[in-house]
Nanobody
């Protein structure tokens, strides 16, 4: 089992920055990748960024050049640095740990970007 806890959401003005954290615990040796998703009201869940255990990263086109995913293996934590935020980035952001037997989800953290 893997437990995942997100933090760092909040309210920010357009153009501002936030850093989200995703702390994993439990059977972390089994994690193959960590994903950040977001879901706004009325919208489908969107994969925002991903990082593999080997450090490879991938981003949605909508956030490329603005968001950066990184990991601190010593702290078992993955970060999502979000810069140049736009009102359309407003959503609940969730972290998921991908393991060989399933995905483990956090509870999500709200990000609200005001115009």
């Amino acid at each position: 089992q893997v437990q995942v806890v997100e933090s760092g959401g909040g309210l920010v003005q357009a153009g501002g920055s936030l850093r989200l954290s995703c702390a994993a615990s439990g059977s972390i040796f089994s994690i193959n990748a960590m994903h950040w998703y977001r879901q706004a009201p009325g919208n489908q869940r969107e994969l925002v960024a991903a990082i593999t255990s080997g450090g490879s990263t991938n981003y949605a086109d909508s956030v490329k050049g603005r968001f950066t995913i990184s990991s601190d293996n010593a702290k078992n934590t993955v970060y999502l640095q979000m810069n140049s935020l736009k009102p359309e980035d407003t959503a609940v952001y969730c972290c998921a740990a991908l393991g060989p037997y399933g995905n483990y989800w956090g509870q999500g953290t709200q990000v609200t970007v005001s115009s």
